[in-house]
C-alpha cells in the first residue's frame, strides 16, 4: 500500500485490527504498510483511543489471547508511537468534531496526527475525506488504485 510520499502518517483503529487480525482483504496491504513502517521509511502515530476500541470486543468475547495478542504486538511494534489524549488534543478534536461532525474518537485520533504534524492519516471511512486539514488516505480507495 502506497504512502504517498508520506514520512508521517496517523493511523486509525480499523488499520491495527486488519493487522493483527489478519483481514482476509485489509490484511496484506496494512502488513505493507507496517513493513514500511518496521523498516523506518515512514513514521506512525496513534493515540492510546485505538488501544480502548481494538480491545474492546476481545473483552466482550472474553478472549484473553486475543488481549494478549494486541498488546504485545502493538504495544512494542517499531516506528509505532502511541500518544496519550492532551488538553491541546481535545482541544483540536473538539473544533474537528464542531467543524466536520466526526466522531468523538475519529476527531482525537486526527488531532493526534496533526498534533504529530503528519501529512496523511490512513483509516478506512470514506466520512473521512471530508477533513482537510490532514489528507486522508482511505485504505479501499488506495487498494483500487
Request: with cysteine.
Amino acid at each position: 500500500m502506497p504512502a504517498r510520499g508520506h514520512r508521517r502518517l496517523g493511523i486509525d483503529t480499523n488499520i491495527l485490527i486488519y493487522l493483527v487480525q489478519n483481514h482476509p482483504q485489509y490484511g496484506e496491504p496494512c502488513g505493507a504498510l507496517f513493513d514500511r513502517i518496521e523498516r523506518g521509511h515512514i513514521e506512525a502515530v496513534t493515540s492510546v483511543v485505538s488501544m480502548l476500541e481494538v480491545l474492546v470486543q476481545p473483552y466482550r468475547l472474553k478472549k484473553n489471547h486475543l488481549v494478549a495478542k494486541f498488546y504485545a504486538l502493538l504495544t512494542t511494534y517499531p516506528g509505532l508511537t502511541w500518544l496519550p489524549v492532551s488538553l491541546e488534543v481535545a482541544d483540536r478534536a473538539a473544533e474537528l468534531r464542531a467543524r466536520y461532525h466526526v466522531s468523538t474518537p475519529d476527531a482525537i485520533q486526527i488531532a493526534t496526527a496533526l498534533n504529530w504534524q503528519a501529512t496523511g492519516f490512513v483509516g478506512n471511512d470514506r466520512a473521512l475525506k471530508k477533513v482537510k486539514e490532514i489528507e486522508c488516505l482511505i485504505l479501499a480507495d488506495l487498494m483500487e488504485g
